[in-house]
């Protein structure tokens, strides 16, 4: 049937044919632009290139910057990707909502500090307990695994979450107190220094070989990372991976088509309990303690905020999305920083957002023409509108003088100014069309003064958590299945 | 010796009684069809020889054992295989790897010798690719090699319904169980289907067990019929006797008023 083309068309696919119309969908799911020509080329890089690519940046980092900034940026960063890629396996590969996740990465750095610091008084080394240690997170992976293998979705994400709060509690009273449980054999012990923490870690000893300065823990895990992103590259292609993946789309079919999805599902678990109780000894020696306050929620929201903006079940992604919730917000602590990225962003969602590109135009034509002849006539009537100046902020400042409008005690107008911006936003969300370009224009200049004159001075407080939020929402609206991420079909 | 046979077998959801002392068998190289009205039973036996609802009483026997109370992929293990009515692929998958994630259980290449990618674990990637490859290839043009990259979504209705067929064929099962093979399917496509059955037997060598509602492809395709109504087996035989069988009119056209006693 699939000859039944045009007669006297020889050659080349019929219209209606299916594979016509494969062409016809690959046409019009092909990405155009600038991100289309992006994600073409990455595609074409073999993967060790990839690698190369995405790591080659971190191998670069500690030889242009100080030991405080290496510890900040680049070590805090390869440890989130590190758990980041754990939690991928779990929830983007087998689609287990694990919120417990983060009790592993403790788990990890405690039981590392039982073996080997000064407040135990044993002092294996690291090649022994490091081994250890991953297996027993594994073995703690299956066990929780084993009592919520039943539970589906938001289910098990109670009980998981639940397990996170009793490693937190545990944690914070197993200090030998008195209230404290009297173990077999042992009797009372000071496990893990209760709510101070268990301190003196001992620093990873490799066959006597000490992990001391930053930068060798530093190259230490990024090496790691490389190593574990290689392996589970190898594992999501075969039929493990290619298991996980069934499942996660839908568990029956899967186990009518062979697979043992429980057996599967702990296995997820256990991978990525150990990649986090391997990312926890890590931590914990580089910090040379381990205390309750490093697990808990925020710490869990943090990596499942990479794992989805990286895009789930990307391996790659994930160091980018590390790189975004970890950087991003140190980066945004000084103004000039800050005001680049704040006007970046603005101009970048309106290039990725607004069609047709015309319209692009006239907001950004009309906002600039629109500030200049509002600074001229309020310069004219109101001297002290237009008397403020801007801090620093280069080329750039000086040309925004001429700009926005900076009163010389902006306080109240600011804080009115960024009520009426945010009501203004909403109004955006109510008109469609031309009337949301035009509206658009002083609303962007609204935002732009609200800046200027209130959110620069606190941009190393709450400013630059805000700016991050907005950016995640534009990053999300834009790329909304991860910067990585391939669109997935829920339901066809 | 019956390739399946069915001893008995009976299951209820609470006081509703779906399968009531149901025997049926499929002998090798046979392809059975199973009819019936809608809620007659038929996806439940289906469900109950894949091992996804358990019997309440009565034996399922393939080749010799009972696998009643087997997990599903242990069954599937065991060499039985079904598609969906409902169609349930991997949809964000690619066609291939649809194909591919179906031989987990045949194949043996452990976590660890997957990430070392140690030479046995790569000797049994290219095979199960090959595999899938060969298995895709008995749907000719369909589903062709351009397909094979391209994700299980973007396919059109009836090429879901092959994916789905190639995907249990590449469990290695010797019972293939299809639940409405041509349930959405235009006349052409229905035809082609029912040719397809007949390839499975003759060229692959699959004794089938099928539910249709399309009397055309009952037909075309069977070389027994069994007719279920509220679980109960009501007719079996050659198409022309069950479909002329009076209690199989009764069940899909209801008894002639006129015939009812006073």
Known sequence: ?????????????????????????????????????????????????????????????????????????????????????????????????????????????????????????????????????????????????????????????????????????????????????????????????????????????????????????????????????????????????????????????????????????????????????????????????????????????????????????????????????????????????????????????????????YRTVVVLLGTVAFGFVLHLIVGALWSRGTAGHIDGGGALGRALEHWVLLPTHPGRIAGWAYFGLIVAALVLTLVHGWWRTIALIPTLYLASFVWENKLVEQVSGATRLILLGALLVVIMNVRPSGIFGTARVEIA | MPLLELRDVSKAFGGLQVIDHLSLHVDEGEIVSVIGPNGAGKTTVFNLVTGIFHPDSGEIVFEGDDVSGLAPHAITNR????????????????????????????????????????????????????????????????????????PAYSLSYANRRRLEIARAMATNARLLLLDEPAAGMNPNETHEITELIGRLREQAGYSILVIEHDMHVVEGISDRVIALDHGVKIAEGSFDEVATHPLVIEAYLGVRAEAEPL
């Open chain 2, 79 to 150: 060499g039985i295989a079904r598609t969906f009515q409902t169609l349930r692929l991997f949809l964000n998958m690619t066609v291939l790897e649809n194909v591919m994630a179906a031989t987990y259980g045949h194949t043996s290449a452990t976590v660890v010798e997957s990430m070392l990618q140690l030479p046995r674990a790569r000797r049994e990637e290219r095979q199960i690719r090959k595999v899938a490859q060969e298995k895709l290839a008995f749907f000719g043009q369909r589903l062709a090699g351009y397909r094979h990259d391209q």
């Open chain 1, 1 to 357: 049937m699939s000859e039944g083309g045009v007669p006297g068309v020889p050659g080349g696919p019929k219209v209606g044919v299916d594979q016509w119309v494969a062409e016809a969908e690959e046409r019009r799911e092909a990405r155009t632009g600038l991100t289309g020509a992006v994600a073409r080329a990455w595609e074409r890089v073999p993967p060790p290139g990839r690698l190369a690519l995405l790591l080659g940046p971190f191998a670069i980092f500690p030889f242009v910057t100080n030991e405080g900034n290496l510890f900040r940026y680049g070590l805090i960063t390869i440890v989130y990707a590190l758990l980041a890629i754990g939690l991928n396996v779990v929830v983007g590969f087998a689609g287990l909502l694990d919120l417990g996740y983060v009790a592993f990465f403790g788990f990890g750095a405690y039981l590392y500090g039982i073996m080997a610091s000064g407040h135990s008084g044993h002092h294996l080394e690291a090649e022994i307990a490091i081994p250890i240690v991953v297996v027993s997170t594994s073995l703690l992976g299956l066990l929780l695994g084993l009592t919520s293998r039943r539970l589906l979705g938001d289910y098990l994400a109670i009980v998981t979450l639940f397990f996170l709060q009793a490693f937190v509690i545990f944690v914070n009273n197993a200090n030998g107190g008195l209230s404290d449980f009297s173990y077999p054999f042992v009797g009372r012990v000071d496990l893990t220094g209760g709510s101070n923490g268990l301190d003196q870690i001992d620093p990873l000893n490799f066959f006597g070989y000490h992990l001391t300065t930053t930068r060798q823990y530093y190259f230490y895990t990024l090496i790691s990372l490389a190593v574990v992103m290689t392996m589970l590259y190898f594992v999501n292609a075969s039929r493990t991976g290619r298991a996980w993946r069934a499942l996660r789309e839908d568990p029956l079919a899967a186990e009518a088509m062979s697979i043992p999805v429980n057996r599967l599902k702990l296995l997820a678990f256990m991978f990525g309990a150990g990649t986090a109780g391997f990312t926890g000894t890590i931590f914990g020696a580089v910090q040379s303690g381990a205390f309750p306050g490093d697990y808990d929620v925020g710490l869990l929201i943090t990596i499942y905020a990479i794992v989805i903006l990286g895009g789930l079940g990307s391996i790659g992604g994930v160091v980018v999305g590390a790189l975004l919730i970890n950087g991003a917000p140190e980066l945004l602590r000084s103004s000039s920083n800050a005001r680049f990225l704040f006007y970046g962003v603005i101009l970048l969602a309106l290039l990725i957002a607004m069609r047709p590109w």
